[in-house]
């Protein structure tokens, strides 16, 4: 299978980062590292300032990385769902594609 690269998922909650690497190893993918480090203090994306954001990740980070190192260039994050505005927008469900596009 051409064109998979390795690759680091990352989810940011209030208390934790969790990370998970998948590494392809000749003909297979392997779960390479699993693992989460927990913030000191608990952090809110909404409303703390960037710079204690930053640090509370980076801190986080770096405690991950000193267990066991990444093998990925690639990383894909996942934030908490609070964040985002989600609507269901009712429609007439005899509209054909065209005019739904």
């Not at 693992?35 to 980070?61: C, H, P, R, V, Y």
């Amino acid at each position: 299978m051409t064109g998979f690269e390795n690759h680091l998922g990352f989810t940011i909650s209030s208390s934790k980062l969790q990370v998970v690497e998948i590494v392809r190893k000749e003909d297979e993918f392997v779960l390479e590292n699993i693992d989460e480090a927990f913030f000191n203090d608990s952090i809110n994306l909404e409303t703390d300032k960037e710079t204690k954001i930053s640090a509370m990740l980076q801190g986080a980070l770096d405690e991950i990385i000193l267990r066991n190192a990444f093998q990925s260039s690639t990383a894909s994050f996942s934030l908490p769902l609070e964040l985002f505005k989600v609507i269901q927008v009712p429609y007439d469900n005899t509209l054909l594609h065209h005019d739904l596009i």
